[in-house]
């Protein structure tokens, strides 16, 4: 079976700090990776999307970058944190380059102060 | 418009009440899965569809392409369904996923 992991379940950081976060997927190969940000009270919007290992496509400019550095990896990181950044933060996957079903991973909490 | 209109933003019911949710497209979508959000923020999927319709207990779900919509309705609510609920749809155009604005449930006793 398939399972999705992220880290860490929450953050607090200063405004202009740096942000790593990562995901991790277990079980299945090639898997089309995904990252969602979620406002507080807000809808999902997605930021990020990977193919493949070293291919990240972005879809919401948001001051973010991510990278896929192996297969079943993807990370999500700032060199400078921004307030605007607070959120939730979600990874998924699905099986197919057509955004079929997704599975999502448990998130991460941001607080920017 | 927005490609995905969910509505209503906030509903309350008391246990045993039966409601359903609505999710409209402005274009064509090939599938649409519905989601719970929990206080914690997790993400429970609830359905995932390409025509038709699907039940699940007390939950039933309807996704009609052609008439661009689809339903999430729940029978006698309990007090563990509250929660956001989020429809997300696939663009046949674009095969990009959008989610819907999230419907508020409040269920109390």
């Known amino acids: 079976a398939q399972t999705i992991h992220q880290w860490p379940v929450a953050e607090i950081k200063a405004v202009g700090s740096p942000l790593s976060l990562g995901c991790t997927i277990k079980?299945?190969?090639?898997?089309?990776l995904y990252w969602y940000w979620q406002a507080t009270g807000g809808t999902l919007q997605q930021l990020f999307y990977?193919?493949?290992?070293?291919?990240v496509e972005s879809v919401v400019q948001l001051n973010l970058s991510a990278s896929r550095p192996k297969d079943d990896q993807f990370i999500l990181s700032t060199e400078k944190l921004l307030l605007s950044h607070s959120g939730f933060y979600l990874c998924?996957?699905?099986?197919?380059?057509?955004?079929?079903?997704?599975?999502f991973g448990h998130g991460t909490k941001l607080s920017v102060l | 418009g927005m490609p995905v209109e969910q509505n209503p933003p906030a509903l309350s019911l008391y246990e045993g009440a039966d409601s359903g949710l609505r999710c409209n497209f402005s274009?064509?979508?090939?599938?649409v899965q519905w989601f719970q959000q929990n206080h914690r923020g997790r993400l429970i999927t609830l359905f995932y569809?390409?025509?038709g319709t699907k039940e699940n207990g007390r939950l039933k779900s309807t996704f009609n392409s052609k008439e661009r919509y689809s339903t999430l309705h729940i029978k006698d609510a309990q007090l563990e369904d509250s929660g956001t609920y989020f429809c997300?749809?696939?663009?046949?155009?674009?095969?990009?996923?959008?989610f819907g604005t999230g419907t508020r449930l409040q269920v109390s006793p």
């Open positions: 998924a996957w699905s099986r197919t380059v057509s955004n079929e079903r997704l599975f």
């Open positions: 079980g299945k190969s090639s898997p089309n």
């Open positions: 990977s193919i493949t290992v070293g291919q």
């Open positions: 274009t064509t979508m090939k599938s």
């Open positions: 569809l390409a025509q």
């Open positions: 997300a749809a696939v663009s046949s155009n674009t095969d990009k996923v959008v």
